[in-house]
């Protein structure tokens, strides 16, 4: 499939509006791998297809869970605002015939993030925060630390999502905070 087709599947697959933002994540990714030694076309297309099954209902994301082999632990089992990360990674995998595991592993980690990403899954979840749809109290700061430093930007992302998190009273995932001690013991 070429991006053009791309763009077709996930205008039927999404809103208006979150279409919109898939293709400023792949925009904002583009330059992120430009500057933080990603590949930017790898870069595009995961930023493109990140969300594709964020408007997926249940049956669909699990139906998808179950087919790529992908076991919920009892926490992600509890929090559907992680389905569409993994759900969409076994889309891409199934669906799509996207064989390389970067693009995959950086739609997977979309969300929660990880100890251990590459380049370009560092890339993917800060251009999900800082594209040009966003809009929220600390989006400005975040965008200038991401053209600084890409480790401070995930630093100050994490804490950000996690403070969120507490204050929602939500599940925090155990790669969100591995990710984050990570960050912490190496900067
Ligand atoms: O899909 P987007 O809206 O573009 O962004 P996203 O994939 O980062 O999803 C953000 C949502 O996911 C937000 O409501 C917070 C939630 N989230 C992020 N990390 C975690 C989480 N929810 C839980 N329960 N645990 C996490 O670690
Ligand atoms: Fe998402
Ligand atoms: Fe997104």
Redesign the pocket.
């Known amino acids: 499939m070429n991006t053009q087709e791309y763009k077709a599947l996930l205008k039927s697959r999404l809103s208006p509006y979150r279409y919109y933002?898939s293709l400023c994540?792949a925009e904002s990714a583009v330059v992120l791998a430009k500057k933080y030694g990603a590949d930017p076309e790898k870069a595009y297309v995961a930023g493109l297809l990140h969300?594709i099954t964020?408007e997926a209902d249940k049956a669909e994301h699990f139906a998808l869970l179950e087919k790529a082999d992908i076991k919920l632990s009892e926490?992600e089992k509890r929090?559907p605002?992680?389905w569409?990360?993994m759900s969409g990674s076994a889309y891409l995998r199934l669906n799509l015939g996207i064989t390389d595991e970067d693009i995959l592993r950086a739609v997977y980690y979309?969300?929660?993030a990880r100890a251990g990403m590459s380049a370009l899954e560092k890339v993917i979840y800060i251009a999900?925060f800082i594209s040009a749809d966003r809009d929220y109290d600390d989006v400005e700061i975040v965008r200038t630390l991401a053209k600084k430093d890409l480790e401070e930007t995930m630093l100050y992302t994490g804490r950000y999502?996690i403070n969120?998190?507490l204050q929602k009273g939500?599940?925090?995932?155990p790669?969100?905070v591995a990710c984050y001690n990570e960050l912490k013991l190496n900067i």
């Open positions: 933002h994540v969300d964020k926490l929090s605002k992680l569409h990360a979309h969300t929660t999900d999502t969120e998190l939500a599940c925090i995932h790669d969100t």
